[in-house]
Structure formats: C-alpha cells, structure tokens
C-alpha cells in the first residue's frame, strides 16, 4: 500500500515515516509551504534530508494561497471577534486533512500519514479516534474535526509510541532530525507577537479603548482588543486595589471587562461547527468527558442539546476561562466523540 506523509521537518514525523517504511508500505514525503519561503526554508531542508536518508521521494506543494485563506483569514477575523482561535485545529481540517489529503489522492496514493500522537481504529463498522496510549503527548484534542472519510484514508504510527520513542527510532534510523527541538509557538507567528502579526497583515493599528467592570465603570484604557485573551491578569497596565481578570471582551463596544476571579467560572457553554466523528450527533442527554484547553485534564459533563452543527454542554463542575474561539473536545473514555468550537 502506498502512502503520503505529511513532513514537517520535525522529530515525529520523520519518526513516522521510518516506522512504516518498516512495517512495507511503499511511502513517500511531502511537505506544505505555507507561507513565505525564507520561514519555511530550514523545515523544508530538515524534511528533505529526512527523506534522502529514508530512500524515498519528497515533494513540496505550494498551499500559502490556500493557507491564508482558510488558517490565517480565520485567525485574524476570530482575534478581530474578540475569540481566541487555535489556528493549529484549522489548519489540520483545511490543511493537513482537507488540501494535503485530497492532492495525495490525486497523485493516487490510497494513505497519508502524520506524526500526531492518536490512534485510528476500525471497530464495529466505522472509524474511531482514540487517546495515544502516552497521555502526556497525546493529541486527540487538535483532532476532533476528522470525519468518516478523512480517518478512512489516515495512518498514525506514532499512537502508541511515547516522545522518547520516537526520537530512539529517528537515532535508529540515522535522521538527522532525531534531536531536533520541539517548536511549541504557532508556525506563523513565531515570536508569539500575535496582535503585531495582525497588524501588519491588515495595515491598520487597533485603537485603543476602555476598560470596565460589571458595571460599567471605567477602570482605564486597553492598547487594542486584540492584545487580551480570557483569563488574563497580568500584562492589563493597570494599577489596581484587587486582583481583576479578563472575563470578557465586548469587540462591538471595543471594551476589555474586568472581575474578579469567581467571575471567570462558568457551568455551561455553546459551541458551533461541531463535528461527529460517528457521523451524527448523540441521541438524547450523554455523559462525557470534556476538555476545552489542550492541556487540560478531561472533565465529567453532559451534552444536553446536540445538533448536526451545534451542542450544549453542562459541567458537573463550574470550569475556568471557558474562551470563545477555542475548541470544546468530547470523549467517551479514551475515545473521542467530537468537538465543536466554542460561541
């Protein structure tokens, strides 16, 4: 069977590639730039290497025009909404499993690969996304968009290895990107100045406004919107008699609102553009597993609204910052159900 790999010029997926090269699939590598060459060059370089030491070929496919449009326009208009998005979800529903996925079925190969930590399981007639067996990498949470069909034509080798695992098999195998450092920011904006790449890219200053309480009494003025996320503390500029937090944004109105901290916990949310990694919503009430950050501990809560696109959920125990923007991931046990962006 032959398969594409997604390469990025990292660890893991090299690591990926090696390890089903062992197990006969005929494989080869491609790797998406994305946006300007000179930020992509050295990845570019790493994943080529990679390959040459693998024996098999690689290609690079020029998706910035597609990349824009679909990850960084969304991220822009979310943060300019007053969200915070997480491009790197969109990117693996537009990018990883939407453009790349659908190039390498053209060039007729029946795979993909990646080297994100989860696993695909075909049991009882359908696909199924579970946990990688290593909790601390596991990367389900940026997978929950991933329909019937994506997951049908999807190899993750990585799943039941740990980080450890991977960089022993990279060493093994003689690739030069077995030591190489993990990058934690997002690849486009890779001084994390998240609000000056907005700026830049619409040409346009964000005003300042102000910030109020509950109330809507004026505590002072915010440097642009775009420059806060829920939950924050630190970093308001202001000098203050208690300890306030972000608890929400008002991008209409240009206000930051401030509380204290019992006001950022909340006991349900909404979320829209869900996704029913079975292919149709749960029938009736059901218990869950949820998280809402990536690296949050899974919580117990109840869907008690789901649509095709849309789903409710209630927490057994009122949660932290829930944000806007963010992605609401159900489990059931170690399998993932689905997800949905939170309104």
């Given at each position: ?93 537009t990018m990883k499993f939407g453009a790349f996925l659908d190039r390498a079925r053209q060039e007729g190969y029946e795979k993909i690969a990646t080297g994100h930590y989860a696993k695909v399981v075909y049991e009882d007639g359908q696909y ?105 503390r630190r970093g308001l500029g202001l000098s203050l008699q208690e300890p306030l937090y972000v608890i929400r944004k008002d991008a209409a109105a240009n206000q930051v609102v401030l509380g204290p901290s019992e006001k950022l916990f909340s ?77």
């Amino acid at each position: 069977m032959n398969v594409l790999i997604a390469m990025s010029g990292g660890v893991d997926s090299s690591a990926a590639a090696l390890l089903l090269q062992k197990e006969g699939y005929t494989c080869a590598g491609a790797m998406m730039r994305l946006f300007a060459p000179t930020d992509t060059a050295a990845g570019e370089q790493d994943a080529a290497m990679a390959a040459a030491a693998l024996g098999i070929p690689f290609s690079v496919y020029d998706m910035r025009d597609a990349f824009h449009k679909w990850v960084i326009e969304d991220f822009i208009n979310v943060y300019k909404a007053g969200g915070t998005p997480n491009p790197c979800i969109t990117c693996n529903r537009t990018m990883k499993f939407g453009a790349f996925l659908d190039r390498a079925r053209q060039e007729g190969y029946e795979k993909i690969a990646t080297g994100h930590y989860a696993k695909v399981v075909y049991e009882d007639g359908q696909y199924v996304l579970y946990q990688a067996d290593d909790p601390a990498k596991d990367q389900s949470y940026v997978l929950w968009s991933l329909t019937q069909d994506q997951l049908s034509a999807l190899l993750l080798p990585l799943g039941s290895c740990s980080k450890e695992d991977a960089r022993a098999a990279a060493r093994a195998g003689r690739l030069g990107t077995a030591d190489k450092k993990e990058s934690q920011d997002i690849c486009f904006v890779p001084d994390g100045d998240y609000a000056g790449f907005i700026e830049r890219s619409l040409g346009i200053t964000f005003p300042t406004g102000d910030f109020i309480d509950e109330t809507g009494r004026v505590l002072g003025r915010h440097r642009g919107i775009i420059r806060y996320t829920i939950g924050q503390r630190r970093g308001l500029g202001l000098s203050l008699q208690e300890p306030l937090y972000v608890i929400r944004k008002d991008a209409a109105a240009n206000q930051v609102v401030l509380g204290p901290s019992e006001k950022l916990f909340s006991r349900e949310l909404r979320a829209g553009r869900a996704n029913w990694i079975a292919g149709r919503p749960p029938e009736g009430p059901t218990r869950v597993q949820a998280r809402i950050r990536y690296n949050q501990k899974a919580f117990p809560a109840t869907v008690t609204e789901a649509e095709a696109d849309v789903f409710r959920l209630e927490f057994d125990e009122p949660q932290r910052a829930v944000s806007p923007g963010q992605s609401a991931v159900l489990y059931d046990g170690e399998r993932v159900l689905g997800g949905g962006i939170i309104l």
